[in-house]
């Protein structure tokens, strides 16, 4: 396994070009898709509606959970290190 991410991080432009490639692909397939039998009128007339809407969610989740981060829920870096030292002393 380390073999194989040394030798795409040697390679890192070929697979940086080559996921480029893949998204195009799978972006224009998305375009190919029957709208016929949609059952929106979102799905019938925005192309890539569901690529779209996933990449959003994923960009709204990745949001909140750094919002929550922030905000104080995340346990501090050396809260199991206080903790051990709490019960040492106890």
Same mark, same amino acid.
């Given at each position: 396994?380390? @073999?194989?991410?040394?030798?795409?991080?040697?390679?890192?432009?070929?697979?940086?070009?080559?996921?480029?490639?893949?998204? +195009? %692909? /799978?972006?224009?397939?998305?375009?190919?898709?029957?709208?016929?039998? @949609?059952?929106?009128?979102?799905?019938?007339?925005?192309?890539?509606f569901w690529s779209l809407f996933g990449f959003t969610a994923a +960009? %709204? /989740?990745?949001?909140?959970?750094?919002?929550?981060?922030?905000?104080?829920?995340?346990?501090?870096?050396?809260?199991?290190?206080?903790?051990?030292?709490?019960?040492?002393?106890?």
């Amino acid at each position: 396994m380390i @073999a194989l991410i040394e030798s795409l991080r040697a390679r890192s432009k070929t697979v940086v070009t080559v996921c480029y490639v893949l998204l +195009a %692909v /799978i972006a224009v397939g998305s375009t190919q898709v029957d709208t016929h039998h @949609a059952h929106s009128w979102v799905e019938q007339h925005v192309p890539c509606f569901w690529s779209l809407f996933g990449f959003t969610a994923a +960009a %709204v /989740i990745i949001g909140v959970a750094r919002w929550f981060g922030r905000s104080g829920i995340q346990a501090p870096t050396d809260f199991y290190t206080r903790s051990q030292s709490s019960e040492e002393e106890a």
